[in-house]
Protein backbone atom coordinates (compact mmCIF):
# COMPACT_ATOMS: atom_id res chain seq x y z
CA UNK A 1 0.00 0.00 0.00
CA UNK A 2 1.56 3.22 -1.08
CA UNK A 3 0.55 6.23 1.12
CA UNK A 4 1.27 10.27 0.98
CA UNK A 5 -0.38 13.23 3.13
CA UNK A 6 -0.85 16.27 1.85
CA UNK A 7 -0.48 18.36 5.01
CA UNK A 8 -1.67 21.71 4.54
CA UNK A 9 -3.13 24.61 6.44
CA UNK A 10 -6.83 25.41 7.46
CA UNK A 11 -8.68 27.75 4.82
CA UNK A 12 -12.36 29.23 5.19
CA UNK A 13 -14.18 28.45 1.55
CA UNK A 14 -17.31 31.05 0.39
CA UNK A 15 -19.67 28.18 0.82
CA UNK A 16 -23.61 27.93 0.29
CA UNK A 17 -25.29 28.04 3.76
CA UNK A 18 -25.96 24.07 4.17
CA UNK A 19 -22.22 23.41 3.20
CA UNK A 20 -20.96 26.35 5.17
CA UNK A 21 -22.43 24.79 8.05
CA UNK A 22 -21.23 21.32 7.73
CA UNK A 23 -17.41 23.14 6.94
CA UNK A 24 -18.17 24.42 11.26
CA UNK A 25 -17.93 20.93 11.90
CA UNK A 26 -16.19 18.80 9.10
CA UNK A 27 -13.45 18.19 8.48
CA UNK A 28 -11.75 18.24 11.78
CA UNK A 29 -9.08 15.24 10.75
CA UNK A 30 -7.20 14.20 7.68
CA UNK A 31 -9.70 12.71 5.12
CA UNK A 32 -8.55 9.42 3.35
CA UNK A 33 -8.56 8.55 -0.22
CA UNK A 34 -8.71 5.55 -1.30
CA UNK A 35 -7.10 5.27 -5.19
CA UNK A 36 -7.89 1.73 -6.86
CA UNK A 37 -4.92 2.83 -9.72
CA UNK A 38 -1.32 1.99 -9.14
CA UNK A 39 1.38 4.61 -7.89
CA UNK A 40 2.73 6.03 -10.99
CA UNK A 41 -0.72 5.62 -13.44
CA UNK A 42 -2.60 8.21 -15.03
CA UNK A 43 -5.53 8.39 -12.42
CA UNK A 44 -3.50 8.23 -9.72
CA UNK A 45 -0.90 11.10 -10.72
CA UNK A 46 -4.59 13.09 -11.36
CA UNK A 47 -5.40 12.54 -7.84
CA UNK A 48 -1.81 13.44 -6.08
CA UNK A 49 -1.63 16.54 -8.53
CA UNK A 50 -4.87 17.50 -7.27
CA UNK A 51 -4.40 16.41 -3.57
CA UNK A 52 -2.75 19.66 -2.01
CA UNK A 53 -5.67 21.79 -3.49
CA UNK A 54 -8.09 19.70 -2.23
CA UNK A 55 -6.75 19.38 0.99
CA UNK A 56 -5.92 23.77 1.19
CA UNK A 57 -10.04 23.64 0.45
CA UNK A 58 -10.87 21.08 2.71
CA UNK A 59 -8.69 22.84 5.61
CA UNK A 60 -7.01 19.48 6.54
CA UNK A 61 -4.62 16.81 5.53
CA UNK A 62 -5.56 14.10 2.55
CA UNK A 63 -3.97 10.90 2.94
CA UNK A 64 -4.24 9.34 -0.52
CA UNK A 65 -4.05 4.97 -0.17
CA UNK A 66 -3.60 3.06 -2.83
CA UNK A 67 -5.48 -0.32 -2.47
CA UNK A 68 -4.76 -1.64 -6.18
CA UNK A 69 -6.87 -5.28 -6.91
CA UNK A 70 -9.44 -6.84 -9.09
CA UNK A 71 -9.66 -3.92 -11.26
CA UNK A 72 -10.87 -1.40 -8.51
CA UNK A 73 -13.37 -4.09 -6.49
CA UNK A 74 -11.56 -4.67 -3.79
CA UNK A 75 -11.05 -0.21 -3.20
CA UNK A 76 -14.51 -0.12 -3.54
CA UNK A 77 -15.32 -2.88 -1.59
CA UNK A 78 -13.31 -1.54 0.95
CA UNK A 79 -14.07 1.88 1.20
CA UNK A 80 -18.51 0.77 1.14
CA UNK A 81 -17.58 -0.89 4.58
CA UNK A 82 -16.09 2.65 6.55
CA UNK A 83 -18.15 4.82 8.36
CA UNK A 84 -20.75 7.09 6.50
CA UNK A 85 -18.52 10.14 8.20
CA UNK A 86 -16.76 11.40 4.77
CA UNK A 87 -13.21 10.53 6.56
CA UNK A 88 -13.03 8.15 3.77
CA UNK A 89 -13.47 8.50 0.45
CA UNK A 90 -12.93 6.27 -3.28
CA UNK A 91 -11.52 7.95 -6.15
CA UNK A 92 -13.81 5.34 -8.86
CA UNK A 93 -13.85 5.81 -12.25
CA UNK A 94 -16.47 3.98 -14.62
CA UNK A 95 -14.56 0.87 -14.20
CA UNK A 96 -16.47 0.80 -10.65
CA UNK A 97 -19.83 0.38 -12.83
CA UNK A 98 -18.15 -2.05 -15.05
CA UNK A 99 -17.58 -4.22 -12.48
CA UNK A 100 -20.64 -4.96 -11.25
CA UNK A 101 -22.16 -5.06 -14.54
CA UNK A 102 -19.99 -8.15 -15.76
CA UNK A 103 -19.99 -9.62 -11.88
CA UNK A 104 -23.54 -8.82 -10.52
CA UNK A 105 -22.65 -11.00 -8.00
CA UNK A 106 -20.02 -8.58 -5.89
CA UNK A 107 -20.68 -7.64 -2.04
CA UNK A 108 -21.25 -3.81 -3.43
CA UNK A 109 -23.89 -2.07 -5.64
CA UNK A 110 -21.95 1.28 -7.31
CA UNK A 111 -25.52 2.93 -7.15
CA UNK A 112 -27.04 2.05 -3.83
CA UNK A 113 -23.71 1.51 -1.52
CA UNK A 114 -22.12 5.05 -2.28
CA UNK A 115 -23.44 8.73 -2.04
CA UNK A 116 -21.46 10.68 -4.94
CA UNK A 117 -19.74 13.81 -4.42
CA UNK A 118 -18.47 15.00 -7.57
CA UNK A 119 -17.34 14.10 -11.42
CA UNK A 120 -13.30 14.66 -11.25
CA UNK A 121 -11.49 14.56 -14.68
CA UNK A 122 -12.28 12.26 -18.24
CA UNK A 123 -10.20 11.11 -20.17
CA UNK A 124 -10.27 9.42 -23.38
CA UNK A 125 -7.79 5.45 -23.94
CA UNK A 126 -5.46 6.38 -26.81
CA UNK A 127 -4.55 3.04 -29.17
CA UNK A 128 -0.89 2.91 -28.67
CA UNK A 129 1.46 0.46 -30.30
CA UNK A 130 5.54 -0.17 -30.09
CA UNK A 131 7.17 3.19 -31.75
CA UNK A 132 9.29 0.81 -33.70
CA UNK A 133 6.00 -1.29 -35.17
CA UNK A 134 5.26 -1.71 -38.16
CA UNK A 135 1.69 0.41 -38.30
CA UNK A 136 2.07 3.58 -39.12
CA UNK A 137 -1.94 4.08 -38.99
CA UNK A 138 -4.86 1.81 -37.87
CA UNK A 139 -6.05 1.21 -40.94
CA UNK A 140 -2.51 -0.61 -40.91
CA UNK A 141 -2.70 -2.60 -37.45
CA UNK A 142 -6.20 -3.85 -38.56
CA UNK A 143 -5.74 -5.06 -42.02
CA UNK A 144 -2.74 -7.36 -40.78
CA UNK A 145 -4.35 -8.22 -37.39
CA UNK A 146 -7.58 -9.50 -39.87
CA UNK A 147 -4.04 -11.23 -42.15
CA UNK A 148 -3.42 -13.08 -39.28
CA UNK A 149 -6.33 -14.39 -36.85
CA UNK A 150 -5.58 -14.83 -33.09
CA UNK A 151 -1.80 -14.25 -33.75
CA UNK A 152 -1.90 -10.65 -31.52
CA UNK A 153 -2.51 -9.71 -28.27
CA UNK A 154 -3.72 -6.49 -26.68
CA UNK A 155 -3.16 -5.81 -22.60
CA UNK A 156 -5.19 -3.65 -20.40
CA UNK A 157 -4.51 -2.75 -16.88
CA UNK A 158 -7.48 -5.84 -15.50
CA UNK A 159 -10.61 -7.50 -16.70
CA UNK A 160 -13.39 -4.80 -17.13
CA UNK A 161 -11.12 -1.81 -17.23
CA UNK A 162 -11.16 0.88 -19.94
CA UNK A 163 -8.61 -0.21 -21.96
CA UNK A 164 -10.18 -3.43 -22.10
CA UNK A 165 -13.42 -2.79 -23.41
CA UNK A 166 -11.91 -0.15 -26.09
CA UNK A 167 -9.41 -2.94 -27.21
CA UNK A 168 -12.56 -5.43 -26.86
CA UNK A 169 -15.07 -2.94 -29.05
CA UNK A 170 -12.24 -2.09 -31.44
CA UNK A 171 -12.24 -6.50 -31.85
CA UNK A 172 -15.81 -6.48 -32.26
CA UNK A 173 -16.35 -3.29 -34.60
CA UNK A 174 -13.33 -4.30 -36.79
CA UNK A 175 -14.04 -8.09 -36.97
CA UNK A 176 -10.72 -9.13 -35.40
CA UNK A 177 -9.89 -12.34 -33.62
CA UNK A 178 -6.98 -11.19 -31.14
CA UNK A 179 -6.43 -12.21 -27.30
CA UNK A 180 -6.98 -9.97 -24.41
CA UNK A 181 -3.66 -10.14 -21.80
CA UNK A 182 -5.00 -8.71 -18.45
CA UNK A 183 -2.47 -7.07 -16.60
CA UNK A 184 -1.62 -6.46 -13.21
CA UNK A 185 -2.08 -2.58 -13.66
CA UNK A 186 -2.21 0.19 -16.00
CA UNK A 187 1.13 0.89 -15.36
CA UNK A 188 2.19 -2.34 -17.03
CA UNK A 189 0.56 -1.81 -20.06
CA UNK A 190 3.84 0.01 -22.15
CA UNK A 191 6.38 -2.62 -20.59
CA UNK A 192 4.56 -5.32 -22.03
CA UNK A 193 3.89 -3.43 -25.30
CA UNK A 194 7.98 -2.64 -25.27
CA UNK A 195 8.39 -6.46 -24.35
CA UNK A 196 6.81 -7.89 -27.23
CA UNK A 197 4.20 -9.97 -24.71
CA UNK A 198 1.40 -7.64 -26.34
CA UNK A 199 0.65 -5.83 -29.48
CA UNK A 200 -1.45 -3.06 -28.84
CA UNK A 201 -3.22 -1.20 -25.81
CA UNK A 202 -5.61 1.45 -25.18
CA UNK A 203 -4.04 2.64 -21.76
CA UNK A 204 -6.11 6.40 -20.64
CA UNK A 205 -4.69 9.24 -22.29
CA UNK A 206 -2.56 10.45 -19.09
CA UNK A 207 -0.76 7.17 -19.50
CA UNK A 208 -0.36 6.93 -22.61
CA UNK A 209 0.76 10.48 -23.72
CA UNK A 210 3.82 10.89 -21.64
CA UNK A 211 5.03 7.27 -23.39
CA UNK A 212 4.13 8.78 -27.43
CA UNK A 213 5.91 11.98 -25.90
CA UNK A 214 8.66 10.04 -25.11
CA UNK A 215 9.06 8.23 -27.97
CA UNK A 216 8.36 4.75 -27.03
CA UNK A 217 4.86 4.38 -28.08
CA UNK A 218 3.14 5.49 -30.88
CA UNK A 219 -0.76 6.56 -31.00
CA UNK A 220 -2.39 5.53 -33.87
CA UNK A 221 -6.23 6.55 -32.18
CA UNK A 222 -7.92 7.74 -29.56
CA UNK A 223 -11.39 7.26 -28.13
CA UNK A 224 -12.73 10.93 -27.65
CA UNK A 225 -15.14 12.08 -29.39
CA UNK A 226 -12.73 15.22 -30.83
CA UNK A 227 -9.42 15.05 -31.45
CA UNK A 228 -6.95 15.40 -28.84
CA UNK A 229 -4.72 18.74 -28.59
CA UNK A 230 -2.24 16.99 -27.10
CA UNK A 231 -2.29 14.33 -30.36
CA UNK A 232 -3.76 16.66 -33.07
CA UNK A 233 -2.67 14.34 -35.83
CA UNK A 234 -4.14 11.07 -34.24
CA UNK A 235 -7.50 10.37 -35.57
CA UNK A 236 -10.45 9.55 -33.26
CA UNK A 237 -11.62 5.84 -33.57
CA UNK A 238 -15.28 6.86 -34.17
CA UNK A 239 -13.59 8.58 -37.71
CA UNK A 240 -12.66 5.31 -38.56
CA UNK A 241 -15.58 2.62 -37.23
CA UNK A 242 -18.58 4.97 -37.51
CA UNK A 243 -20.30 3.46 -34.88
CA UNK A 244 -20.71 6.03 -31.10
CA UNK A 245 -19.79 3.03 -28.88
CA UNK A 246 -16.10 3.59 -30.60
CA UNK A 247 -16.56 6.88 -28.43
CA UNK A 248 -14.95 5.60 -24.72
CA UNK A 249 -14.08 8.15 -22.41
CA UNK A 250 -12.94 7.00 -19.35
CA UNK A 251 -13.50 9.20 -15.90
CA UNK A 252 -12.47 9.59 -12.21
CA UNK A 253 -14.98 10.53 -9.51
CA UNK A 254 -14.69 11.02 -5.62
CA UNK A 255 -17.84 8.94 -3.57
CA UNK A 256 -18.01 8.46 -0.07
CA UNK A 257 -20.06 5.40 1.67
CA UNK A 258 -23.79 5.84 1.78
CA UNK A 259 -25.56 7.37 4.70
CA UNK A 260 -23.06 9.85 4.52
CA UNK A 261 -25.13 13.22 5.64
CA UNK A 262 -25.95 15.69 3.31
CA UNK A 263 -23.83 18.42 5.19
CA UNK A 264 -20.66 16.23 4.57
CA UNK A 265 -21.27 15.71 1.06
CA UNK A 266 -21.88 19.16 -0.27
CA UNK A 267 -19.05 20.31 1.85
CA UNK A 268 -16.98 17.83 -0.04
CA UNK A 269 -18.33 18.85 -2.90
CA UNK A 270 -17.32 22.73 -1.99
CA UNK A 271 -14.09 21.36 -2.00
CA UNK A 272 -13.92 19.64 -5.16
CA UNK A 273 -15.46 22.61 -6.98
CA UNK A 274 -12.51 24.77 -5.46
CA UNK A 275 -9.94 22.06 -6.49
CA UNK A 276 -11.01 21.85 -10.02
CA UNK A 277 -11.53 25.34 -10.30
CA UNK A 278 -7.99 25.69 -9.96
CA UNK A 279 -5.98 27.21 -12.97
CA UNK A 280 -3.25 25.04 -12.28
CA UNK A 281 -4.79 22.10 -11.23
CA UNK A 282 -6.54 22.70 -15.00
CA UNK A 283 -3.23 22.97 -17.07
CA UNK A 284 -2.10 19.77 -14.99
CA UNK A 285 -4.69 17.87 -16.01
CA UNK A 286 -5.08 18.88 -19.70
CA UNK A 287 -1.10 18.65 -20.13
CA UNK A 288 -1.60 15.13 -19.26
CA UNK A 289 -4.76 14.37 -22.08
CA UNK A 290 -7.47 14.75 -19.08
CA UNK A 291 -9.97 17.12 -18.94
CA UNK A 292 -10.94 18.42 -15.10
CA UNK A 293 -14.86 17.01 -15.20
CA UNK A 294 -16.39 19.04 -12.56
CA UNK A 295 -20.33 17.96 -11.43
CA UNK A 296 -22.72 21.05 -10.71
CA UNK A 297 -23.61 19.33 -7.49
CA UNK A 298 -24.05 16.12 -6.30
CA UNK A 299 -26.97 14.73 -7.53
CA UNK A 300 -25.94 15.78 -10.86
CA UNK A 301 -22.99 13.43 -10.64
CA UNK A 302 -25.73 10.88 -9.47
CA UNK A 303 -27.57 11.30 -12.83
CA UNK A 304 -24.25 11.13 -14.46
CA UNK A 305 -23.16 8.19 -13.19
CA UNK A 306 -27.00 6.28 -13.79
CA UNK A 307 -26.16 7.61 -17.29
CA UNK A 308 -23.19 5.60 -17.51
CA UNK A 309 -24.28 2.29 -16.04
CA UNK A 310 -26.42 2.12 -18.64
CA UNK A 311 -23.90 3.27 -21.20
CA UNK A 312 -21.45 1.14 -20.61
CA UNK A 313 -23.46 -2.12 -20.14
CA UNK A 314 -24.56 -1.47 -23.56
CA UNK A 315 -20.91 -1.37 -24.49
CA UNK A 316 -20.07 -4.93 -22.57
CA UNK A 317 -23.12 -6.53 -24.87
CA UNK A 318 -21.27 -4.97 -27.95
CA UNK A 319 -17.70 -6.10 -27.12
CA UNK A 320 -19.06 -9.69 -25.67
CA UNK A 321 -16.88 -8.94 -22.10
CA UNK A 322 -17.20 -11.64 -19.20
CA UNK A 323 -15.74 -11.56 -16.27
CA UNK A 324 -13.94 -15.03 -16.92
Same mark, same amino acid.
Given at each position: ??????????? !????????????????????????????????????????????????????????????? =?????? =?????? /?????????? +?????????????????? /????? !????? &????????????????? /?????????????????????? !?????????? &???????????????????? &??????????????? +????????????????????????????? +??????????? =?????????????????? =?????????? +????????????????????????????????????????????????? &?
Amino acid at each position: MQRRHFCLGAS !SLALGPLAARAAEAFPTKPVRIISPYAAGGGPDVQLRQAGPALGEALGQPIVIENKVGAAG =VLAAQY =VAQQAP /DGYTLLMGSN +THLIQKILQPDLKFDPLA /DFAPV !SNFAA &SPTVLVVRADAPWQRLE /DLIADLKARPGQANYGSGGIGT !SAHLAGATLA &SLAGLKVTHIPLKGSVEIAA &SLLRGDTQYAFPVAG +TGIPQVKGGKLRALAVTSRQRLAQLPDVP +TLHERLKNELA =VQESWFGVWAPAKTPPAV =VAALHAGATR +TLKTPSIQAAFEAAGNTAALSESPQAFAEFVRSENRKWAEIVKLAGVSA &S
